[in-house]
């Protein structure tokens, strides 16, 4: 077993760790992300402030944009992924300009991506809004992560077999296999957890928090997926497709809300009740949109120099931080319950989970059944004798002719 390093990795790494840092703040520390008093009316602000995660990427278009340009005046412009320009419409040859031409659904693609990302994030809001005796401390949040994400990642690897075309190697049905397997493991686990071991959980409402979200676990890698053939098909960047993505979303809000206030919160002051004082709101709305914003980028940039697939090793980390915070929560209480071992267990079909994913991503490599034979750093390595043995090949031709000749 190998572990293929790529420099790009760094992205993830620092997704994880981000990650990890907000997932268990957010679950120990609620109160401080609640905004106002109602639920719904919470879930439906951090869509706007999402939003206004990917607007912030404006920055980095004219950041990059500008760099551009004056590389292009001194004639240094090199791009390490796809040799074209950050914009999409101009190739340096020579010093030339080449227009490269977008498909002709290309905006089709980039509205379908605003749409679906506006759906999936709009999730919470309509579950909070449909059963409105729901709270956030009655629901199993965990449980709905860990079937959500295993959903998701099988989501990615069927889309990307039938939208993207990828072949399905053996090392592919391996990771697929081991990811399934610990799907069917985890659900039984945190049914128990929910029905057996925690006391303020209420689970009818959990059911129905985990099947109305079903849709993100489908929806969310069809989007990436879509995002990940604009990268392929249509030569933009991460940076300008998030911005894209941002702005689409933001006409969106802008039809959407009126009819939200008139329609549902017009009459029902409970709806704008605030829950903290306006500093800590501050404080709270910087930090999500700003960490919103960092995360949005790096999952960008993996879709962008890895596939879509590869999302699946980022999200299994909001699983992980679950079940941590979980176990924290109870030794701080000191309520040592044998929910502890459902929990435990949850963690190492977690990391099970992962360990299929980065086979599947071929960042680990097992050099058994012949699982390594159509990876592309085996594959690249054959190449690269093959030319060696064909050099040599010519070289000693040479020599002999040399000798025939004298």
Request: hydrophobic share 50%; aromatic share 16%; glycine share 4%.
């Amino acid at each position: 077993m190998t572990f293929n390093y790529n420099k790009n990795l760094i992205y993830a790494i620092i997704y994880w760790v981000l990650e990890i840092v907000y997932r268990a703040f957010m679950y120990l520390e609620w109160n401080c992300f609640s905004i106002l008093k109602r639920d719904s009316t919470n879930e439906y602000i951090y869509v706007i402030l999402l939003d206004i995660a990917d607007l912030l990427a404006g920055f980095l278009v004219l950041y990059i944009n500008s760099t551009l340009k004056k590389k292009k005046e001194v004639g240094v412009y090199s791009d390490d992924n796809t040799s074209n320009s950050f914009i999409g419409k101009i190739e340096i040859i020579s010093g030339e300009e080449k227009t490269l031409q977008k498909t002709k659904n290309y905006t089709y693609k980039i509205i379908l991506i605003c749409i679906l990302d506006y759906l999936n994030r709009l999730a919470f809001f309509i579950f909070y809004q449909i059963f409105s005796e729901a709270t956030h401390e009655v629901l199993s949040h965990k449980a709905q992560k860990d079937i959500i994400i295993h959903l998701d990642i099988i989501a990615r690897y069927v889309f990307s077999i039938f939208i993207l075309k990828t072949k399905v190697l053996k090392h592919h049905k391996v990771a697929i296999l081991i990811i399934f397997i610990g799907f069917i493991i985890l659900v039984p686990i945190d049914y128990i957890s929910i029905n057996y071991f925690s006391t303020t959980i209420n689970a009818g409402l959990t059911y129905k928090y985990i099947g109305l979200l079903t849709f993100r676990g489908i929806l969310f890698p069809f989007e990436d997926t879509i995002v990940k053939k604009v990268f392929i098909d249509d030569y933009i960047q991460p940076e300008l497709l998030m911005f894209l993505r941002g702005l689409g979303e933001f006409v969106i809000i802008l039809v959407v809300t009126p009819f939200l206030y008139f329609f549902i919160w017009k009459n029902d002051d409970s709806y704008f009740e605030f829950n903290s004082d306006l500093t800590n709101i501050i404080l709270m709305v910087i930090f999500y949109t700003l960490s919103s914003f960092i995360k949005a980028y790096l999952l960008v940039k993996v879709i962008y120099y890895f596939s879509s697939q590869s999302v699946s090793f980022l999200i299994i980390s909001e699983s992980l931080t679950g079940s941590v915070a979980d176990i924290i929560e109870i030794f701080i209480e000191k309520e040592h319950s044998f929910d502890v071992i459902a929990l435990l267990l949850g963690i190492i079909v977690i990391i099970i989970t992962t360990f299929g994913t980065l086979i599947y991503d071929e960042i680990i490599i097992i050099k058994k059944c012949g699982m390594d034979k159509n990876v592309a750093k085996e594959i690249t390595s054959r190449g690269e004798l093959e030319l060696n043995s064909l050099s040599t090949f010519d070289d000693n031709d040479r020599e002999v002719e040399a000798e025939e000749d004298t």
